[in-house]
């Protein structure tokens, strides 16, 4: 959705679709998805591909940007239809590979890095790719309301500061403005402070220089060596017409720091609440009570605002509406279990609402489900999923008052229950299946890493064992999930991980029997 083009360089990229291999997804034509799964998936004509539409139907990297940011004009536009104000923008100091081989001898474009390399903001190459991106953002939005800058999670590790700070531009901002990050733990933190200051200053002079009416937000990551440590010296420094935001840490269990209500008499400062974590985006998290008492907390550090992130929308949505709340009422108070109650309630009737309560609040407040892994940003293993016994009795307790309500329901309360319990069933099932693979995957990864294996007997065990995984209920009952877009989004992610694992390790096992 922003295009940064630099020097007649069009770098490659689109929305991610079922055939792109990023964040561990391993590339998948619909038509190879398990069972009749794919039958549900409705595509355009000619595209072989679950995502975007722009995305899979498109033949040139124009095209995929000329479609993506179509349909990001359309998003703002209706945005502003219903009175909601919308930012836009990115990680910056994080630039597309196709632009690295302009550096120039003698000129620091660029210092080496853990896992990327870092622009020098001190340097003209990397200021002017900064500058595109921008500019990309005002004229194909030019009704944005905000330019949100991002302090890159990642990639600013593993610089050698000694070797960055021989440049001398660089050297000297340095030298200016390290006293400004006392707060920060260790001289790479200093250095990244200067960095994301030099960034911020050329940013907010750009935006000036083009007469932008958006407003600049700074917003990063909350972990204890991300941007928290480095507000305090970048509230000192920067104009106070920047917003300033921050993820909560822990991937939302943790609050916001108590310092933003220190920074708050300067400036507006937004707290960022997460509805869900990316680390369970196959499970259901219910988190009403931390978005009670982190809105609540906001109300009393003062801070100008709350925003709300998330990747699903059916699945968070007592999250979102108690997030919702209290946001829009300071002075609301209702108990954790008054929530659900009303929830479950509306959604399912109010015996639903009597059985039903008091386990999801627990599940709520005891946070019983945070280790139950499905990091969707990781390569999927068969140790995604898999539940201890806490996990199952309280998801089959769940189950069994839901199906004995089902009897008792019709019309759309009953649908609503059905498509909510069947969230449950499937996590049960996932973690069967996990099970059920796992011995496989650990052979596998024992012969590749050299170690003995015990006769055939080991490979025949764990092929008994894998073709009893109850595969084909697990992708049924996720079936019965199926509600909106953003379910087919999941289901995609079972066929490209799940379902091509499973596979991948069924074939081995069959060839490892054949040689024995």
Not at 341 to 351: M, P
Request: hydrophobic letters at 40%; charged letters at 25%.
């Amino acid at each position: 959705m922003i295009k940064i083009e630099y020097k007649n360089i069009l770098p490659q990229a689109c929305f991610d679709n079922s055939m792109t291999a990023r964040w561990g997804y391993l590339p998948m034509a619909v038509k190879d998805f398990a069972f009749d799964t794919g039958k549900i998936f409705q595509l355009p004509v000619g595209a072989e591909a679950f995502g975007n539409n722009g995305s899979i139907t498109s033949h040139s990297s124009r095209e995929h940007y000329e479609k993506a940011q179509s349909l990001m004009r359309d998003v703002l536009k209706m945005a502003h239809e219903r009175g909601i104000r919308m930012a836009m923008g990115f990680e910056f100091g994080v630039i597309p590979p196709e632009y690295f081989s302009l550096n120039v001898a003698g000129d620091c474009f660029y210092w080496a890095g853990e896992s990327n390399m870092i622009p020098n903001p001190k340097s003209q190459i990397a200021a002017e790719i900064h500058y595109a991106a921008i500019d990309d953002i005002l004229n194909t939005y030019p009704d944005i309301d905000y330019i949100w800058m991002w302090l890159n999670e990642h990639s600013f590790m593993g610089v050698d500061i000694q070797k960055a700070l021989r440049d001398k531009p660089f050297a000297r901002a340095y030298q200016e403005n390290q006293a400004l990050f006392k707060e920060a733990a260790d001289s790479s933190a200093r250095f990244v402070g200067v960095w994301a200051l030099e960034y911020m200053k050329l940013t907010y002079k750009h935006l000036k220089s083009k007469g932008s009416r958006a407003k600049l937000i700074l917003g990063g990551w909350g972990g204890g060596h991300q941007l928290p440590s480095l507000l305090k010296g970048l509230d000192r420094a920067l104009p106070q017409d920047i917003i300033f935001s921050c993820l909560n840490p822990d991937l939302g269990k943790s609050p916001q720091p108590d310092f933003l209500e220190e920074i708050a008499r300067n400036r507006s400062v937004w707290a960022v609440p997460w509805l869900e974590g990316d680390h369970q985006l196959w499970h259901f998290q219910p988190r009403v009570n931390m978005m009670r008492e982190q809105v609540k907390l906001a109300a009393e550090q003062n801070l100008d605002g709350v925003i709300a992130i998330h990747w699903r929308t059916e699945e968070p949505r007592f999250n979102f509406r108690t997030f919702a709340r209290f946001a829009s009422d300071k002075g609301a108070d209702e108990s954790v279990d008054q929530l659900y109650d009303r929830y479950l309630t509306e959604e399912f009737g109010e015996e639903a609402a009597k059985e039903m309560t008091p386990l999801l609040a627990r599940m709520d407040r005891e946070q019983i489900q945070w280790n139950v892994p499905s990091p969707e940003f990781y390569a999927y293993t068969p140790e995604w999923g898999l539940l201890d016994e806490n996990n199952v009795r309280i998801r089959q307790e769940l189950v069994s008052s839901g199906e004995s309500l089902l009897k008792k329901l019709r019309g759309e309360k009953r649908e609503n229950l059905k498509r909510f319990i069947a969230m449950f069933r499937f996590e049960l099932l996932l973690g069967e299946v996990d099970r059920a693979m796992m011995p496989a995957f650990i052979l596998k990864k024992k012969e590749v890493q050299g170690e003995k294996i015990n006769g055939s007997q080991e490979y025949m065990d764990a092929y008994r064992l894998l073709v009893s995984a109850p595969v084909k209920e697990m992708f049924d009952t996720y079936m019965e999930r199926v509600h909106s877009r953003g379910e087919l989004g999941v289901l995609s992610s079972l066929n490209q991980r799940v379902w091509r694992e499973y596979n991948d390790l069924k074939i081995y096992l069959e060839n490892k029997i054949k040689e024995k």
